[in-house]
């Protein structure tokens, strides 16, 4: 049933086959969608991998070997990273280019017939019915991926509040594209959060940006190794009680007593024992 407005409208499918705008089957089986996306892809020049970094600048994470079953037709990419895709790759009009609907349909795919013309301009029409899409002026020369300052940024594949804490090991790194304007100025570098204790400010599996220092101000929200494990907190320190100087007084210096406090109050400060490791890595920027 197509709704409209107040009344229902009945939908009857077309029982011609020849009428319709083309055959699913018939695409995937040529593989057409796939052709496309791989020729598009070397027209930029970029490898597979250096196209799955391009996509994670826009929050779309897909790995190489996913794109590469993009090209041979064994899957499809989703409607937000066929967008990025599109935008990475300077395909304006997506139904002329994946199907030759041009004056020039020669140079795109003129092995498809009639049935396989319309199908992602269909594709376009539902993705800018979605709201997530808004089609590109024929005027436009650059693409948005172009205007769009952005910056490589190393971020840990380590989670905060998980792992060993091996934030600063070079071989625990990746290299991801991001606009310039979403990296706070200072950051040295970015790690994903796991679990909820920083919640609601800092949500599971964001990524924060992190200026490396080994020194914070009481309140400020940094990464650190204690134990052996790392976390995100806000650090607090106070000086101890009398009866706490003896295990607080060490090489002639009486050190503050530090906690590590969760937003989400589910979870007590973890007070931190002098006995163990303990490291500032850096601050948290956003």
Same mark, same amino acid.
């Given at each position: 049933?197509?709704?409209?407005?107040?009344?229902?409208?009945?939908?009857?499918?077309?029982?011609?086959?020849?009428?319709?705008?083309?055959?699913?089957?018939?695409?995937?089986?040529?593989?057409?969608?796939?052709?496309?996306?791989?020729?598009?892809?070397?027209?930029?020049?970029?490898?597979?991998?250096?196209?799955? @970094?391009?996509?994670?600048?826009?929050?779309?994470?897909?790995?190489? +070997?996913?794109?590469?079953?993009?090209?041979?037709?064994?899957?499809?990419? +989703?409607?937000?990273?066929?967008?990025?895709?599109? !935008?990475?790759?300077?395909?304006?009009? $997506?139904?002329?280019?994946?199907?030759?609907?041009?004056?020039?349909?020669?140079?795109?795919?003129?092995?498809?017939?009639?049935? +396989?013309?319309?199908?992602?301009? @269909?594709?376009?029409?539902?993705? $800018?019915?979605?709201?997530?899409? @808004?089609?590109?002026?024929r005027r436009r020369i650059t693409s948005i991926a172009e205007e769009v300052e952005k910056r490589l940024i190393r971020v840990s594949s380590n989670l905060a509040s998980a792992g060993t804490g091996n934030f600063l090991d070079e071989d625990q790194f990746t290299e991801l594209l991001y606009p310039v304007s979403q990296i706070p100025e200072g950051t040295d570098f970015g790690i994903?959060?796991?679990?909820?204790?920083?919640?609601?400010?800092?949500?599971?599996?964001?990524? #924060?940006?992190?200026?490396?220092?080994? %020194?914070?101000?009481?309140?400020?929200?940094?990464?650190? $190794?204690? !134990? +052996?494990?790392?976390?995100?907190?806000?650090?607090?320190?106070?000086?101890?009680?009398?009866? %706490?100087? !003896? %295990?607080?007084?060490? !090489?002639?210096?009486?050190?503050?007593?530090?906690?590590?406090?969760?937003?989400?109050?589910?979870?007590?400060?973890?007070? #931190?024992?002098?006995?163990?490791?303990?490291?500032?890595?850096?601050?948290?920027?956003?």
């Open positions: 049933m197509t709704y409209y407005r107040n009344r229902i409208v009945p939908f009857t499918p077309k029982a011609d086959p020849d009428s319709v705008p083309y055959d699913i089957s018939d695409l995937k089986e040529r593989n057409v969608i796939g052709q496309k996306l791989a020729e598009a892809r070397k027209r930029r020049k970029l490898s597979q991998k250096e196209l799955s @970094t391009a996509l994670s600048a826009y929050g779309a994470h897909v790995s190489a +070997g996913a794109i590469s079953k993009w090209e041979k037709g064994d899957a499809f990419p +989703g409607v937000l990273q066929f967008l990025a895709f599109c !935008d990475i790759c300077h395909i304006d009009n $997506i139904g002329e280019y994946f199907l030759g609907k041009t004056p020039e349909a020669a140079d795109y795919s003129p092995e498809l017939n009639q049935k +396989g013309l319309h199908i992602l301009q @269909t594709m376009k029409e539902v993705m $800018i019915a979605s709201g997530q899409y @808004t089609p590109a002026s994903r959060i796991s679990g909820d204790s920083m919640e609601p400010v800092y949500m599971d599996r964001q990524i #924060v940006w992190v200026q490396q220092c080994s %020194e914070l101000n009481p309140g400020e929200v940094g990464i650190f $190794i204690y !134990d +052996g494990e790392g976390y995100i907190k806000e650090y607090h320190e106070e000086m101890p009680g009398k009866e %706490e100087y !003896d %295990e607080y007084f060490c !090489d002639g210096i009486l050190h503050p007593k530090i906690s590590l406090v969760s937003y989400n109050k589910k979870y007590p400060p973890r007070q #931190v024992s002098p006995y163990c490791r303990f490291e500032v890595i850096g601050r948290v920027l956003n």
